[in-house]
């Protein structure tokens, strides 16, 4: 959302408080919130100069007002300055406010500043709009450009936009929204520091394409909307707060809750009932340093357990022209999501491992084991079969964790836009698997024999990796099912159009291997 710009708008990070009304001063923790020159009123005029990512108008550009003074309008009329516009600032207060912005803009009233410029920035509150009626006659027939955006509570009262409103109140005037969805930030740093696309939407085909025009010269990337009944969707954009995380993150909370309570009755509260020890301690670093690859690995196990569901249920319905229940869509759009999350926890993991000798209960247990080494009279204590067993736990973790690492490097927009979809669906699919794989060893490792002592049952509970494996090892069981010459070649024809019940029928090419991978349509 946009910084400092108008009083309806929520803070968005980095940016400061929402935008304040026409005329107010700067507010303070906006500043704070920059470094450096950012942190005045209004970037220096030298930054507006220096400042390479501005980019150039055209050579005749006409003159630009924006009505309104606050932190948004400031960011604006530097940028378009910067991009070689004339700007004029239409304010309430021009004598305070002038020193605030760019020495290019002029700054005065309002009934002057609509009078030459055929764009106009309309740069304030909802609930303001109506002030500017008195300056009806001078703004018919200009160009109203709506930067503003609604709060949550605000998009749910009203049922017309904020430019849907503009535009009736003044009906003579060419409303456009666009934006809105630019923080300040952004404004004064330039596009490369943020999202560069701009939504745009009005019922005026002549004034959209006079402000997509001003976007591209300010160095942005416009996204024609269509008609002005868009304004709505596109005020809701800086409302939404990651849409896309909000079921993975509640299901790795709920994954994180379930084994954290299961550990913490294993290993703290069944000690404590059965044999009066004080084993609390281990709550902070030791409860959690368990249940963390237990999140992980469960969620990366869910990454492609939709995947073999996918298949099999194309298998069962021998097409592919079928959609997918809801359920089903859902959860494979949020794979990438569920995968970030899980090489999250598994970081964590690695880093409280790390953590776990630095521990002061863990140089008791050394002092301790020394002292009862001694009363024994045991000079030398090795177990061959358990120092095996941690160095390929160890490796085995490690190979996990690498690999995890080049997943989620992998689906950065930046790293993928630079892959084709072969290599991608490579690492994403084959290496992906190959991740699973090894952290089910790494888990078995883990694991070793205590799955069949008895000691290891808790309130009769079994060992909290017993749980973890269930499905992954079902995973990879069907995986090997969907291997074979058989059921690999039918599903195959399916993904490249082959119907059971239908007309499509048609012989595969004698390269099999070539098939299956030109068969992802």
């Known amino acids: ?141 200009k160009i109203l450009v709506d930067v503003s955006n609604p709060t949550e509570q605000e998009h749910l009262q009203h049922h017309e936009s904020n430019a849907e409103y503009l535009a009736s109140l003044f009906p003579t005037c060419a409303v456009v929204k666009a934006f809105n969805v630019i923080s300040a930030w952004t404004l004064q740093s330039g596009p490369r520091d943020g999202n560069r696309q701009v939504p745009i939407c009005s019922d005026q085909p002549e004034a959209k394409r006079t402000v997509l025009e001003m976007v591209r010269a300010m160095g942005f990337t416009p996204v024609d909307m269509g008609s002005l009944a868009s304004a709505r969707e596109v005020e809701a954009m800086p409302l939404r707060l990651f849409p896309g995380w909000k079921v993975p993150a509640l299901l790795a909370l709920g994954l994180f809750i379930f084994f954290y309570t299961y550990n913490f009755v294993r290993d703290v509260l069944e000690p404590y009932v059965q044999e009066g020890k004080n084993k609390f301690y281990k709550l902070p670093v030791l409860v959690v340093n368990t249940t963390l690859p237990c999140v992980a690995y469960v969620l990366l196990s869910l990454v492609y357990l939709p995947g073999m569901l996918a298949a099999a249920l194309q298998l069962r319905r021998g097409t592919k022209y079928q959609r997918f229940p809801d359920w089903l869509d859902h959860w494979l759009q949020h794979r990438k999501q569920m995968g970030l999350l899980s090489f999250f926890c598994a970081a964590l993991h690695a880093v409280y491992s790390l953590c776990l000798p630095l521990r002061r209960s863990h140089r008791y247990e050394l002092v301790n084991l020394a002292i009862k080494q001694v009363l024994t009279n045991k000079s030398h204590i090795w177990n061959e079969e358990e120092v095996w067993r941690m160095e390929i736990y160890l490796s085995l973790g490690v190979l996990a964790l690498g690999m995890l690492s080049l997943l989620a490097v992998t689906s950065l927009p930046s790293i993928a836009n630079s892959l084709n979809w072969r290599e991608f669906s490579f690492v994403q699919s084959t290496l992906g698997f190959v991740a699973l794989v090894l952290s089910t060893l790494h888990t078995l490792t883990y694991g070793w024999t205590r799955a ?39 599903l195959t024809k399916i993904r490249r159009g082959w119907e059971k019940d239908g007309s499509v029928r048609f012989t595969l090419p004698v390269d099999h291997a070539l098939a299956q991978k030109t068969s992802h349509v």
């Open 1 to 141: 959302m946009k910084s400092g710009q108008l009083a309806s708008r929520a803070p968005a990070p980095g940016c400061g408080k929402s935008l304040d009304m026409e005329d107010s001063p700067l507010h303070p923790q906006s500043a704070s919130r920059t470094s450096g020159k950012m942190d005045k009123p209004l970037i220096s005029h030298h930054l507006v100069d220096s400042d390479s990512s501005l980019a150039e108008a055209p050579s005749e550009v006409p003159k630009v007002g924006i009505l309104g003074s606050g932190d948004f309008a400031r960011s604006l009329a530097t940028r378009l300055v910067g991009s070689g516009f004339s700007v004029v600032v239409g304010s309430r207060n021009p004598k305070r406010m002038a020193g605030l912005f760019p020495s290019a803009a002029q700054v005065t009233f309002q009934e002057e500043a609509v009078g030459s410029p055929e764009v106009i920035f309309v740069a304030m509150f909802r609930e303001h709009y109506s002030t500017l009626c008195g300056l009806s006659d001078q703004l018919s027939g």
């Open 452 to 490: 069949f002592e008895e000691s290891r049952y808790k309130f009769f509970l079994p060992p909290t990796f017993t749980l973890t494996l269930l499905v992954p090892c079902v995973i990879i069981l069907a995986k090997g099912l969907f291997l074979l010459p058989c059921v690999s070649r039918r």
